[in-house]
């Protein structure tokens, strides 16, 4: 048995063994980089560590520390307000608003996991207010992300048409936006009606506090009214003199959410440099979501004191464990052997397909970029034969290398687990599990269906 398939067989055994006994994903991989590395790949600690996520460690340590002290002194809650406020009370339209907010940063050249990683805290805080599904709004997140990411200006569209311009390929950016846009419009449409977007249209349009309407309530009993209370905020009945009653506000018993204080200006200030320091300036998110968090600890420390163990620790050693062995995959040559198998297929539509398979699995666990990057030069030979059309295939190859970092192992699909809140983070990863295996089976066929097969470009 060749050292490749040895080493995808004991990924394997590793998904069943932590699906049926319940031992974090992370540890179990880790052990097994050290053994096949060790035992079948012959690699020292260097070049087993050498697939470690450092990058992908921060940022996930650095946002949720962030967000765990904005959410400690109420800015997450501030922000849910407030937009609830922008639209009208219409719960339904937040997850396109933030799908929206996601694209367009990765359209002007946002990196998609610092996009996600900017959105996603604000979105998940804003469902688990007001009762919308995690998965819901993590998926929109994440959709809108890649919807935007192939742009002639932004990261993953310049990257891509890079490599097509490079193999002298025929290209056209304006069709692999679209494309992407198109699958992912389309995906999210269909999410938001699985998942419970339905009912919030029926829910109407409700208060900030989270009650239904957004204002008064209908007279009765001589004219009653509701005004609306501040999150936090207790009411008693009175009676004037004229027979009125109404709702008097008395002292709030818990933490006022709907006004700014200098702890929270300081939050959304520290939020918005966050933004431009990614998208301005190129700098790591990680990085500089921790320097913002330990400048907000030393202001104003009894707001974050509990902040660091809200970080999602147990989702850090999933992800990086899962990323490491898929380092030592790639250090020993399996993904490359895989792709090189399915390009020497004499069956160019039968090889286009299988390849947009194995961009949308390794892209599930690895660097979207980095695959269309080995796979895109692997399917040179059988483009050349006049077949398959080569804007179609990339665009496929794109998509389907993309829509699947809802996974909970991809960066994206990890920064969505981490950053909600208040669930039962077991359960959401499963969810985020089952969703993007869905994704993997489903997307690259219909993408080469739609794409490949009627020979574009």
């Known amino acids: 048995m060749s050292p490749e398939l040895i080493s995808i067989l004991v990924l394997v055994v590793v998904f069943v063994i932590a699906t049926t006994r319940s031992v974090n994903m992370g540890a179990l991989a880790f052990a097994a980089a050290f053994a096949v590395g060790e035992l079948v790949a012959d690699l020292d600690a260097d070049g087993i560590f050498a697939g470690f996520p450092g990058d992908l460690f921060v940022v996930l340590v650095g ?50 996991p610092a996009a996600v990683a900017i959105v996603a805290p604000i979105a998940l805080s804003f469902a688990s207010r007001y009762g919308i599904s995690p998965l819901l709004m993590g998926a ?58 339905l009912k919030l249209w029926a829910r ?43 709702l008097v506000e008395t002292q709030p018993d818990t933490l006022d959410t709907t006004r700014l204080n200098p702890a929270r200006i300081a939050t959304l200030t520290a939020l918005v440099a966050l933004v431009v320091a990614v998208l301005a300036f190129d700098l790591d998110a990680g990085l500089t979501a921790i320097t913002l968090a330990v400048l907000l600890s030393t202001a104003w420390p009894e707001d974050s004191r509990k902040a660091v163990g809200q970080i999602a620790w147990s989702t850090v050693l999933l ?18 052997w895989a792709g090189e198998g399915v390009s020497g297929i004499g069956v160019p539509l039968l090889a286009a397909v299988l390849l947009c398979y194995i961009g949308a699995i390794v892209s599930a666990f690895a660097s979207s970029v980095g695959i269309m ?22 665009a496929a190859l794109a998509v389907s290398a993309t829509v699947v970092d809802v996974s909970p192992f991809s960066t994206n699909g990890a920064l969505v687990l981490a950053a909600a809140p208040d669930v039962d983070r077991e359960r959401f ?5 089952i969703y993007g295996g869905i994704v993997v089976a489903v997307v690259p066929a219909v993408a080469w269906l739609v794409l490949v097969v009627p020979g574009w470009g």
């Open 63 to 112: 946002v949720t520390y962030l967000f765990a002290i904005a959410r400690a002194n109420g800015t997450t809650d501030w922000l849910v307000h407030a937009s609830i406020r922008l639209v009208r009370g219409r719960v339904a339209l937040i997850p396109w608003v933030m799908f929206a907010i996601t694209a367009a940063l990765t359209a002007i050249g946002a990196v998609s």
């Open 140 to 197: 929109m997140v994440v959709h809108g992300a890649q919807g935007g990411g192939f742009s002639p200006i932004s990261i993953y569209g310049t990257i891509v048409n890079g490599i097509v311009e490079r193999e002298k390929l025929p290209g056209n950016e304006i069709a692999l936006f679209l494309a992407s846009l198109i699958a992912n419009v389309i995906i999210a449409g269909i999410v938001f009606v699985l998942f419970g977007g």
């Open 204 to 246: 109407g349009a409700v208060a900030p506090d989270g009650g239904s309407g957004a204002g008064e309530m209908p007279e009765g009993g001589g004219g009653a009214r509701r005004t609306t209370a501040d999150a936090g905020t207790s009411t008693s009945t009175s009676t004037s003199p004229s027979g009125t009653a109404t």
């Open 319 to 336: 992800i990086c464990g899962v990323l490491t062995y898929v380092g030592v995959l790639d250090e020993m040559g399996t993904i490359t």
């Open 373 to 394: 990057g080995a796979l895109i030069p692997l399917a040179v030979p059988f483009l050349a034969q006049g077949e398959i059309g080569a804007i179609g295939m990339v």
């Open 429 to 433: 990863f499963r969810q985020l599990m």
